[in-house]
């Protein structure tokens, strides 16, 4: 049977959603704002679809029915104070934990608060009683914002059960015409949510997990920001010994021989002819932000068959816009008991994974050696010096980006990437060096030191911070990420390229300073750098224009 | 050693609580509103206090020390556009998931937006970086306000490590003169938390709580609001057969033989001479709101030595404003693995409340059934009539009071005791019956019952639902609570007593009506009511100013 929805196509989604989470009540407050979504519950087939005129009443009747299973029943009202009357019903259920999804239907953003009729400020209105709250995105029709709209509303279905059973408000901006139907065409996008309360896997989804990872061969693990965690690290290798491949940076701490730890690079060496043979058919991700925005484009652009992601808080990270399933719990519970269920992968997959890696290792060592004086170069000369069980805080953008080709497994490595700030990169290594066992060494450029300039305004400057600062004339990173070249403001906008050198910090802290201008002057300096415990800034200058230059010819060289 | 504080007392105890929950660095950015902040954590002696003048680069110091060993940093600074600086660093370590508890001293809010220096709106600035943030009462003096203030203060840190590791903001209104030291008197009130990540709670910390608890032997187990749960259940009888005593009620959906249920009849026959008999060393609270006021009233006056609230969700349930212990897991779990471990209670101790119990039921029985035509004789025949498995929707407030004073294990209890308003008891019920399997019997007022009309404003008024509304002329409640009577007010502002039948309300609804008015009536409508599946209202009317007095009468027969 075809049903007929809402000509709206987020409308229509929106309620197919609601369907396959399992809602099946909803209690309708007549009204015409809200007719694209009444007509479309009704016309589904599969709700139990109620009207109730009086919404306070209906929000009382949804908490009553909700009472007896637990499953959230759909309120669905027109817009204006029609929302304000669901509001005693949702305290109510809020302190009885009781979930309830609340549809508001708004006027268009553009005439809220302009003096129409049947309008005010909506957003918000049930804050203090919700788990959760969307103003969905005003009618979308382009496929990224339909997704995002379908992701919200997901969420939001979600949102019903965590971190207590309680209400959640979807408010929907709708524009005239309102009474349009038509046939659902296409499915939207659903994601599965799977959650314990016991933060342990249960069975029965392990099962249901374990059906369809051995429907795929070629699984690809992909990791973001994560400390130390030998726990983990374990279990991981067991997953790669099956034929899993794992993918992640630096700033993961897990390196290893059989983890493609510079993605970048090794993306850089994927054969243009072989490129499916490379392709994951699930991808699960796991961990905090990714500095790669080579993967995240690639597999927006080619996206795999499913995409989980397990975080035991916030699981809806639809990275690749085809997220399938959100799962809700650590990572380590849940890999270990995959590892346990899962068939071995196709080998072929991690082969070419692990062939493609050594190449862009050796095409990567083969070009350093031969490399002239740049930041590249110097990066180099400073990862072949890292040689202590050091704690390095790379800087935001080009330390960190920089840092991501080459391999350091006994380095711990940290980066502001949270929202990936230069304003305070090295405040955090001067508060990581009070703490630390270890020294810290600090990789930073001449932007972000000098904006951090107060990081060294204390009395007391700890021992063992190492700091290095690659002075390449202005915010380098400009140069060799695409856009600001192109713009016509590159120097005066973008790369602010200023007489700027780290020796009026250092002078200012107090701190000895160092410099180098070629290979050789940095290697003895890095000597002196790592010859005692001392607190140190060396400065390493680079030719600002070549070293866009370099990069683009390493990435050259590792295609052959 | 006795340490010196300000001589603010919320002050010295905010202080004294980061040091109790292990917090030991702090990072000051100097001021004067911040004086007895910055002075206490350097004169208390237990924390490392470094002074970093920039509050961005204190900011960012804080997110490097505590992403070494992940316990939250305090950032302490003054008031104004201080706190503005911590926001980069805050956001950074939000989707880092690195917890912080920043510390704003705030000028007083009686000069908040008055134009004064150094004086901005600062409640709310980093709302969207922190897992929660608290605006404490400014410089309270008085018990209950500093108990509270303390109470916030636990929060606060609990706050940093759940649901995910995050930064925590406390904002802090001080009054001139903001120097004065004095020696720290009295301990802070401290509540410990515990949570485990897997939620299920680790041999460590049940070896902790099983030496405190083995050193009480008379334990109180106080249960509010909760859907029925055979497994709970089984666990409390257990812990009931050691010898612990169980306070529940009507809506806690677990009664039986050994549970006191009925705790305003049971507290009403308790013996003045023996009281301390009675009195626990240990009350561990857990599930919903509770309906008794005499019990809160009674611990608040005699708190017992140690409280210990179990949820899930939030722990920090200070009932009694003694809280010892927040157990952050479900109730289940924790009490399972306790009774494993817990050795047998005072025997004197729960035979006292088994006595209490008995007697209590027996002098109300002797009481109901010689009492005079009322509210209380009207409930006592409508509980006598509920023989099959109903579910009973209790409205607010004489209802659900009422209820109270009955023992019923075969039926199944609810109430909008979240937060008990007049408004949506009988949508509540019509909800209920729409889903539910077995008959609704709806126990109502004629307030409750007429604020509600539209509860039946629908098409489909579903089958077996039964509504019994005990007409006493107005809200009774306000004749048996304290206050309304004295107020000289009570008829006018509080009973609001007027012609206000349930039979108009049968009349638009279009369901059949019966009606009572003394218990012989009483008996042949109940018999008509549940002689099929069809929804009814019966009317009970009942002696608007004889109910308060039989009511009297029955809790002075409860004490002989």
Known sequence: MVSKASDKPAIARLVAICHSHGLKRVL????????????????????????????????????????????????????????????????????????????????????????????????????????????????????????????????????CFYPVLAPVHLNVHLREPLYGLSEMKEMPYVIQVHESPAALPCEKLIKELSEELNSYSKVMLLMGLHSPDEALKKVLEGLIEKGWVLLNESSSNLQGEKVISCIDRSLGALPAEAEMDFQPELIISFAGPLVSKKIKQRFRKNPPKAHWHIDAHQAHIDMFQCQTRALRFEPFEILKALNKVMVRGDGNFSAAWMNLKQKSAQRHERFVELCPWSDMRAYSEIFKNLKGEYKVQMANSAAVRYAQLYEHEHLEFYGNRGVSGIDGCSSTAVGMAHESDSPVVLLTGDMAFRYDVNAFWTKEIPSGLKCIVVNNGGGGIFRIIPGPKESGHLEDLFEAAMENSAKRVAEISGMPYLSAKNAEELNTALNTLFSDDKSMILEVFTPREENEKVLAKYFEALKK
């Open 28 to 159: 309708v407050s007549p009204g015409s704002r809200n007719a694209p979504l009444s007509l479309s519950f009704t016309e589904h087939g599969g709700f139990d679809v109620k009207v109730i005129p009086d919404e306070r009443a209906a929000g009382f009747m949804a908490l009553g029915m909700s009472q007896v299973d637990h499953v959230p029943t759909i309120l669905l009202c027109t817009s204006g104070s029609a929302v304000l009357n669901y509001a005693p019903a949702v305290a109510e259920a809020f302190y009885q934990r009781i979930p309830l999804l609340v549809i508001s239907a708004d006027r268009p953003n553009e005439w809220v608060d302009q003096l129409e009729g049947q309008t005010m400020m909506q957003k918000g209105v049930l804050s203090n009683f919700v788990n959760k709250e969307f103003d969905l995105p005003q009618e979308p029709k382009d496929d990224v914002t339909l997704r995002y709209h379908d992701r919200l509303v997901n969420e939001a279905i979600a949102a």
